[in-house]
């Protein structure tokens, strides 16, 4: 088995409930081309191109899988040859839409498409289909939401590995040193620590620490300076690691402190409110709360999480307006912040995983600011 995806039974049991829920659906099948679906269903990491790469599964019937004959190679670390997965491959002036057609049984069919289609192949298979198809996300977002037991083994995999990464950036952040000197010594880590890429780096220190998707610059590091690090990557199967911890340059602040301690308290309250039948809005709005009671509802600028997976931001959200209730397996970060315009912002955030009580994180690193040494 290839390091890089599961064993295939796990797909072979992904791709009958996708065809049982496109029957349920009243879709003649689904169309997936390269992505993080296609990556769900088969283990195939293809890339999309100009030339059409398209798994084709009906809703009833055997898939098929239609690939450009010079990217046959593409297929080889997915699990389709274990599946048995019929392969059709074409060359340079053949039509990759009719077999699509064809593999669908060849009459217009009511067929959903991952969201990721690039509109070069929509247009085309649109015509040939006879009619528009809809976005496969409602058919797919139930699978994807709820992870099995292997996708959470690797998600606790992932959670650890950025850990290690967390427990190592106390000692990157030297006055003097830029934003962007910090990265690289985190990028070099998020890869020695296990996982196999960098997803984001966000090292946000002084005034950038209020701006919640700063990145990282040539700013240097200041004594007094607040620093926000949000790290992640992929580990193992594809699955993402996401976690933020803030750290203090020297002795933060009274005022500054004080403020941080309610937003721990907001993270963990969130934290506490998660388990199953509780809806996503409810998690927010209990993170949003606490927060408002100090007075610190403005700064609270973004949604309380996300959901994660092949996908660093996936369903479910937990957002405000999101009335989904949570089920036992669902994967997504609480990620509380507070940020002041020009001045210093703070966030924490961990993986948590619903269970069928409650939830359970996949970061231990400390909640509390951590403080490390000024000039």
Same mark, same amino acid.
């Given at each position: ?175 003097? %040193? ?124 973004? %949604? ?17 307006? @999101? ?39 996949? @970061? ?12």
């Amino acid at each position: 088995m290839d390091s890089h995806r599961f064993d295939a039974s796990v797909y072979a049991r992904r791709l009958a409930s996708a065809a049982s829920a496109t029957a349920d659906a009243g879709l003649t099948g689904l169309v997936i081309t390269p992505g993080y679906d296609l990556r769900y269903l088969v283990g195939s990491r293809a890339q999309t191109h100009e030339r059409l790469t398209a798994l084709v599964l009906p809703a009833s019937g055997d898939p098929t899988v239609v690939v450009p004959r010079l990217e046959l190679a593409s297929l080889k670390e997915s699990a389709i040859a274990e599946l048995g997965v019929a392969v059709r491959d074409w060359v340079d002036g053949d039509d990759p839409y009719r077999l699509v057609s064809a593999a669908l049984g060849g009459a217009p069919a009511a067929t959903a498409v991952t969201d990721s289609m690039p509109a070069l192949h929509l247009l085309p298979l649109a015509e040939v289909l006879g009619l528009l198809p809809v976005l496969a996300t409602d058919i797919l977002r139930a699978l994807r939401m709820v992870k099995e037991e292997c996708e959470i083994d690797a998600l606790r995999k992932a959670g650890a590995a950025i850990d290690r990464v967390h427990a190592r950036v106390s000692e990157f952040l030297i006055p003097g %040193r830029t934003e962007a000197d910090v990265a690289a010594d985190i990028a070099d880590a998020i890869v020695a620590e296990g996982h196999s890429e960098v997803a984001f780096i966000i090292v946000g220190s002084g005034p950038h620490s209020a701006d919640p998707h700063h990145g990282y610059s040539d700013r240097e590091l200041q004594s007094g300076d607040i620093v926000v690090v949000d790290i992640g990557g992929a580990y193992g199967a594809g699955y993402h690691s996401d976690s933020t911890r803030t750290y203090s340059i020297g002795q933060p602040d009274p005022d500054v402190a004080q403020q941080y301690s309610v937003l721990q308290q907001a993270q963990r309250a969130a934290f506490e409110a998660v388990r199953p039948g509780v809806t996503a809005e409810e998690v927010d709005a209990t993170a949003r709360d606490v927060l408002a009671r100090a007075g610190l509802a403005e700064a609270f600028v973004h %949604r309380t999480g996300h959901g994660i997976g092949l996908s660093v931001h996936e369903e479910p959200y937990i957002v405000a307006g @999101n009335d989904l209730p949570l089920t036992a397996g669902m994967a997504f970060s609480i990620e509380p912040g507070i940020y002041f315009p020009g001045h210093w912002g703070a966030r924490i955030e961990d993986i948590v995983i619903v269970t069928e009580d409650g939830a359970e994180a996949v @970061n231990h690193r400390p909640h509390e600011l951590i403080v490390v040494p000024g000039a």
